[in-house]
């Protein structure tokens, strides 16, 4: 199996951009795996500021659904930085999945990362601090990105969370 880093944190923790700075401090070839849609012109604008702020030479994968398929295409020499989890979830809930079928993506996505060599870092939010959403969909997904979030956390080498800016290794 492969080196896998997890990466948490709020919104404007600053994951995304640690993220990137392991990912150059490595040395290797970066393939950056965007799940991001863009729906509007707001998030297309996003996207194009991460596009700006990451090196060009890095290779770019945008996959919103199959990540697992995704993930085990990749050379074995390389690292995947895979930007984000709760992207990723969120665009598996808008397809209208149902709760056993967001399950089985999960167990796909984690059994497919023991079958990889590449290094990964996954970059994911951190959903159980905050208050229990209103609504039924921001439960689910709150829920599901825990459960996620926590199988990662399991057999990842590294757990960073991030708190304004500054990275916290917790394993």
Same mark, same amino acid.
């Given at each position: 199996?492969?080196?896998?880093?997890?990466?948490?944190?709020?919104?404007?923790?600053?994951?995304?951009?640690?993220?990137?700075?392991?990912?150059?401090?490595?040395?290797?070839?970066?393939?950056?795996?965007?799940?991001?849609?863009?729906?509007?012109?707001?998030?297309?604008?996003?996207?194009?500021?991460?596009?700006?702020?990451?090196?060009?030479?890095?290779?770019?994968?945008?996959?919103?659904?199959?990540?697992?398929?995704?993930?085990?295409?990749?050379?074995?020499?390389?690292?995947?930085?895979?930007?984000?989890?709760?992207?990723?979830?969120?665009?598996?809930?808008?397809?209208?999945?149902?709760?056993?079928?967001?399950?089985?993506?999960?167990?796909?996505?984690? #059994?497919? %990362?023991? @079958?990889?060599?590449?290094? &990964?870092?996954?970059?994911?939010? *951190? =959903?159980?601090?905050?208050? /229990?959403?209103?609504?039924?969909?921001?439960?689910?997904?709150? #829920?599901? %990105?825990? @459960?996620?979030?926590?199988? &990662?956390?399991?057999?990842?080498? *590294? =757990?960073?969370?991030?708190? /304004?800016?500054?990275?916290?290794?917790?394993?």
């Amino acid at each position: 199996m492969s080196k896998i880093t997890l990466i948490v944190g709020g919104v404007r923790s600053g994951k995304s951009n640690h993220a990137v700075e392991l990912a150059k401090e490595s040395m290797k070839d970066v393939v950056f795996l965007a799940t991001c849609q863009a729906y509007d012109d707001e998030m297309r604008q996003r996207i194009n500021l991460h596009k700006q702020s990451r090196p060009s030479g890095w290779g770019l994968i945008e996959e919103n659904l199959d990540l697992a398929g995704a993930i085990t295409k990749q050379d074995d020499s390389k690292i995947l930085l895979v930007d984000c989890l709760g992207l990723w979830m969120s665009n598996l809930l808008m397809q209208q999945y149902d709760e056993g079928r967001i399950k089985k993506e999960i167990d796909i996505l984690i #059994d497919s %990362l023991k @079958l990889i060599k590449c290094e &990964i870092i996954f970059v994911s939010n *951190e =959903v159980g601090m905050g208050i /229990v959403p209103e609504s039924y969909l921001g439960r689910v997904f709150r #829920d599901y %990105l825990g @459960l996620l979030n926590q199988k &990662i956390a399991l057999i990842a080498d *590294e =757990v960073i969370v991030m708190h /304004v800016g500054i990275p916290l290794k917790i394993k």
